[in-house]
């Protein structure tokens, strides 16, 4: 069920299969019951992050508790997870490094009918699987499902949508330069070029939203449902691998969703950049909107005035 890696099919274009532009109002499923909902994976890759265990443990205190949580992390850095003494705790040492390579072994192990995936330093709020669960399961198949993110320091939505003279600023910036819509509708779109939008949970009518794309972060689908391949073709951190992910799921016919009601937590991502991090993050970004069929000058254009503002921003912030 894996679904095709990059390489000669990269170039095709999706834009019948991601669509671009503003996110739909999913027509609302009746949820089930929490007792009613199937046995839950839960796959992390990790390198063994010093905040894993409490990312465990409040995944636990959940109202839906998984079934199984399978820690991906190559073997030679699986003693840094060896104390995790928890029942429903399995260790996947692997022969391969790399979140993305990690996580598809995890998938592939992972034995109940629902698989979410989780980065390690994310913290969900006490019914968030199970508003993830509730939302997928209703919708059924070729669908999933993903969480808003919290940013864990001030406790708003690490994406917001804002107005006024500083929304106008940023709407000009992601329209122009990232090729995504306006406003309100820049939420949940995913541009030919791989701008992406986030959900802003204060914007939305909803419980469930209708995306072109999901972050990596956490997000909920059927296993039968999983791209299994180890697709990203870069060693290194994996930027924009979540663009890439939600290609290959919309290749397949998936629909990706937003549970508005389902709250994660995570600090910002740090701003700063090194050339070999930028270099990367520019290969991957071409690969991505070659992907998506976009122009890779505007693409490449793009990923380096993000990555200066982010820089810029760093340093004004020291």
């Known amino acids: ?73 190559p073997e030679e850095d699986a003693h840094r997870v060896a104390t995790l003494s928890v029942d429903n705790v399995c ?18 192990q992972a034995s109940c009918p629902v698989v979410m995936q989780l980065d390690d330093d994310i913290l969900l ?3 968030a699987i199970e508003a993830l669960m509730a939302s997928l399961v209703a919708l059924g198949r070729g669908h999933v499902v993903g969480a808003v993110f919290y940013n864990s320091v001030t406790a708003e939505p690490l994406s917001k949508i804002d ?14 330069v990232r090729g995504l819509p306006w406003g309100k509708r820049r939420m949940g ?38 791209v299994l391949d180890a697709f990203f073709p870069f060693r290194g951190k994996a930027y924009s691998e979540d663009i890439i992910h939600s290609c290959l799921r919309a290749r397949k016919g998936m629909t ?35 992907m998506l069929g976009g122009n890779m000058a505007r693409a490449t254009f793009a990923a380096i005035l993000d990555i200066v503002r982010r820089q810029v921003a760093a340093l004004l912030a020291r």
């Open 256 to 290: 990706h969703h937003v549970a508005v009601t389902a709250k994660a937590t995570i600090l910002p991502p740090e701003r700063g950049v090194t050339r070999d991090s930028a270099m990367a993050e520019i290969r991957a970004r071409r690969y991505a909107a070659q």
């Open 1 to 73: 069920m894996a679904g095709s890696a990059g390489g000669g099919a990269g170039r095709a274009d999706l834009s019948n299969q991601v669509r671009i532009g503003r996110p739909l109002m999913a027509q609302q499923p009746t949820h089930p019951s929490a007792e009613a909902l199937p046995a839950l994976s839960v796959v992390m890759a990790t390198l063994g992050g010093a905040q894993i265990a409490r990312t465990i443990a409040e995944m636990n205190r959940g109202s839906v508790r998984p079934t199984e949580i399978l820690i991906c992390i």
């Open 91 to 108: 260790i996947v040492p692997t022969k391969v490094r790399g979140q993305v390579a990690q996580r598809a072994e995890g998938f592939r």
């Open 125 to 127: 709020a006490r019914d």
């Open 189 to 226: 779109a995913l541009s030919k070029i791989g701008g992406c939008g986030s959900v802003d949970p204060r914007c939305c009518d909803e419980d469930l939203v209708t995306t072109a794309w999901l972050p990596g972060g956490c997000s909920l689908s059927f296993r039968e449902d999983l």
């Open 163 to 176: 107005t006024g003279l500083r929304g106008f600023i940023i709407n000009l910036y992601e329209s122009a």
